[in-house]
């Protein structure tokens, strides 16, 4: 797996550096392919640098920066506000009891260290955590996608405006609800939710499943929860059988009645989205298709115009 991993790694830097190289459709005035071609060709290959270094060593990251960027894009649009630290006049978004335990900072910070050096004041932190979602994602054997650069970095970050991230107790008609207002459609709420694949949950955010008999969680599941929350409320629980491996497993658990958060298992239980659990638990690949155009929809959310933000020096406070 880890030589499979490195040739697809290996594959994807040649494939950037043939982008730089031969060019791609560009407007270095606006949210863009091939926005830094011009000002910071290796931009990209450089956040592929430090994600390759850190899920090396933690392969469980990957599914810290997937969350990481949907933990901002979600709130004030793909803007970076989830990396600014708080002040004594002001409390982050980082600092909200839903985004204690994020990972993968460390890794931005030092992307934008090594881009700094090379193209002082060009690349934005924004930017820097949509490239590194999307090569996490590619890391753990997930699809590769494009995505358009020239996000700004926000001036914003406030705990109250975490209350609009979703709760892991919505069903399926409130995740489509909450979703459909920023513009995602059914399937991509399917999709999206695959990112569960990759990673853990926290007994906090289930343990409300234990307390009574739940006829849509397998019995042998609900005794292997139960058996985790009795070592603490921040004990860990994966989402699937390979919880470092991007692939569909996650949806054949659904089918099995073993989704850890409400709202995974809802998603099978609800007539609105069961059959799209069913299809990609029978085909990966249209999982994987319907997962990039997500993450794309996802990585371009409300993204802000130069005069609405900044490209920051240090991602963790304003310039």
Known sequence: MKNNKMVSVNLLRVIMLMHAIIGLPYNVKGFSMGYYMMSCPMAEQMVQNSVDNALRADPTLAAGLIRMLFHDCFIEGCDASILLDSTKDNTAEKDSPANLSLRGYEIIDDAKAEIENTCPGVVSCADIIAMAARDAVFWAGGPYYQIANGRF?????????????????????????????????VRDVVALSGAHTLGVARCSSFKDRLTTPDSTMDSSFAKTLSKTCSAGDNTEQPFDATRNDFDNAYFNALQRKSGVLFSDQTLFNSPMTRNLVNGYAFNQAMFFFHFQQAMQKMSDLNVKPGSQGEVRQNCRSLN
Do not use: M
Request: no cysteine; charged share 25%.
């Open 153 to 185: 970095d926000g001036k914003r970050s406030k705990i109250e405006d975490t209350r609009n991230l979703p709760s892991p107790f919505l069903n399926a008609s409130q995740l489509i609800q909450t979703f459909g207002q920023r513009g995602f459609s």
